[in-house]
C-alpha cells in the first residue's frame, strides 16, 4: 500500500509528519538515490529513503492474528508425547508467530498470535490485568461455591484473585479472569466442587472470537492494534 513520503517518515519515528514534509520540501529526503522535494510523493515501503544521507531503517509493522484452538491441540511449537499443535493446524505463512498466553490441550476458543515479541510480553503480564472470559460447562454448581471464586480462594498454597462469574445456565458459566494463572479456571471450579468439563475462551481484553470457525485465523484492524499498543 502506498503513503505519503511524509507520513512514511513519521510511521518510522524520525520526525512528526509536519517536520517530515519540512525537512521534504529542503531537499533533505531523497527516495532510491534521487531528492525529493515535493511532499506530493508516494512509497510503498520497496523503495530506499535517505533523510540527511542516512537511511531509514523500517520498523515491522505489528501484526495482531486472532485464532479458533480447536480442541486437543497444544499451544506450542512442538510436543515432545507428539501431540498435535497450533502450528500443524496454522497454514504455514502464520507459523513465525508467537503465541500470547497459552490454552491447554482441551481449552478451545480465541487464541492471540502476533508478529511482535513485546506486544506478546505486554499483553502476558498479570500486572497489565487484561481481562479474559471463558465459558465453562460444569455438572452443577452452588451459589455457595461461586461466590467462594467471586472472593478469590487459595488452592495447595496458591492464592487465585476474585473471579467474575455470570451465570448463563445450569450448565454453563461465564468466568472472567484477570491474572492468567496456569489452568486456573479448572483448578478453582473443581475446588469449589464444580469441575470443568469444557472450557472455551470467548474474548482477550478488546478481542472478541464471535463467529470464528474453529482452525480459522483472522487478522485483527490496525485500528484495534493501535488502541491495544497505546496502552503499554
Known sequence: MKVRLAKFISDNGIASRRSAEDLIQSGRVSVDGKVVDTPVFFVDGSQKVYVDGKKIQQKNEIKLYMFHK????????????????????????????????????????????????????QMSLPKNKIER????????????????????????????????IEVINEHNLKVTVKEGKKN??????????SPVKALHRISYGLIKLGNLPAGKILQVDKKTVDLIVKNF
Open 70 to 121: 480447536p480442541i486437543n491441540t497444544m499451544t506450542t511449537t512442538s510436543d515432545p508425547l507428539g501431540r498435535k499443535t497450533i502450528y500443524d493446524v496454522l497454514d504455514k505463512q502464520y507459523r513465525n508467530l508467537k503465541y500470547i498466553g497459552r490454552l491447554d490441550f482441551k481449552t478451545t476458543g480465541l487464541l492471540l498470535l502476533t508478529n511482535d515479541g513485546n506486544l506478546a510480553r
Open 133 to 164: 472470559t471463558y465459558i465453562a460447562t460444569v455438572d452443577s454448581f452452588s451459589k455457595t461455591g461461586l461466590d467462594k471464586a467471586r472472593n478469590g480462594v487459595v488452592v495447595d498454597g496458591i492464592r487465585y484473585r476474585p473471579m467474575k
Open 184 to 193: 486456573e479456571i479448572r483448578i478453582v471450579l473443581k475446588y469449589i466442587g
